[in-house]
Each structure stands twice: as C-alpha cells, then as structure tokens.
C-alpha cells in the first residue's frame, strides 16, 4: 500500500459557519431551505423587497434579482449568487441597519419644555454620539438643549439654535449610522 500523500489529495471545500448550522456557498438560483430563507429575510429588511413570494427559502429569480440589485448596490461583482464576499457585504450592512435601529430618532420637532418617549429617543442618540445630555429622562430641559446645541455646531448646515428638527435629524441619522 502506498502512502498517501497530503498535497496530492482533493480539496474539499469547507462549509461556512453561519448562525450555528454549516451551509454550503454559494447559493444560486434553485436553492432552498433555512439559509436561504435567512438571506431573504436580511434582503427585505435592508430594503431590497421581495414582495411577490417573500422569504419562502426557495432562491427563486425574485431572490437572484434582489441579490443582484444588492451587489450592484455596494460595488459587488454583480451575478445573482451569494458567495462569501457578498454574504459578508450583507452581514456587514445588517448589522449596520441594525444599530441604526437601536438608536431611532423622533420624526417631530422637539424644544426645550418638551417631554416623553420622543425626548427620551433623543438623549439615547445624543449619549451614543457622545453629546452626554446628562440623563435620559424624557425632559428637554437645559442640558438636552445644550447637547443639541453641541452637536448642531458640528455642522456649518445646522442652526445652533437647540431646537431638534428635521435638519437636526438627518445629520443625527448620518452619523449614528457611521458610527461603529
């Protein structure tokens, strides 16, 4: 009997460890089961809908448009199937959507004497951000006045006036967003 020879042998491919279960890459078109269930789901809930069959595990043309629409997107070679790179492109923008969602910020215009959730939703974002309105507790009182304030002179676009409002919002959005 002949020794075998490690370098000679096949190469077997290694299955990727994902969410605990080992799956097998890439995924195409006519693939199915949990992974690609998973897959979808993070697909719609980054914005790329699948409004005709939705997340039904099977990698339909639906899926592979969404897929492709995705890698196209974010600067990814554009062929409808998921391999490492783009499943590692989609993690990555998950887990981005995800703190955003950590840190939702009111949709009105807040001002000192205000108070409640959407005062509370706010002091969360300033903290994050580092404008620390000494305390979260649904009060816009002087110090979430002055973290705003902080914040707003960040930008040459913002008033620092203290008031939170919709170009307040969007500067607030772009850097929890940024913000790893």
Do not use: W
């Not at 690609?36 to 899926?63: C, H, N, S």
């Not at 897929?67 to 196209?72: L, P, T, W």
């Not at 062929?79 to 981005?96: N, R």
């Not at 004497?113 to 580092?130: I, S, T, Y």
Request: aromatic share 8%.
């Amino acid at each position: 009997m002949k020794p075998t020879n490690p370098s000679n042998k096949e190469e077997t491919k290694k299955p990727s460890q994902v969410k605990g279960i080992s799956v097998r890459l890439p995924l195409k078109l006519g693939d199915r089961g949990t992974f690609v269930k998973e897959i979808q789901q993070d697909l719609i809930r980054i914005g790329f809908p699948l409004p005709k069959y939705g997340a039904d595990g099977v990698f339909g043309e639906e899926t592979e448009n969404a897929v492709m629409a995705f890698q196209k997107r974010y600067g990814l070679h554009v062929d409808g199937i998921v391999g490492q790179e783009t499943l590692a492109k989609l993690s990555e923008v998950v887990k981005q959507k995800l703190r955003q969602e950590e840190f939702p910020l009111p949709d009105k215009t807040l001002k000192k004497g205000d108070k409640g959730e959407d005062v509370k939703m706010l002091q969360r974002a300033l903290k994050h951000l580092g404008f620390d309105p000494k305390g979260i507790d649904g009060v816009y009182g002087e110090q979430t006045e002055d973290a705003v304030r902080r914040f707003q002179s960040m930008y040459a676009a913002l008033r620092d006036d203290g008031i939170y409002g919709p170009n307040t919002r969007k500067f607030m959005r772009m850097e929890l967003q940024q913000k790893k």
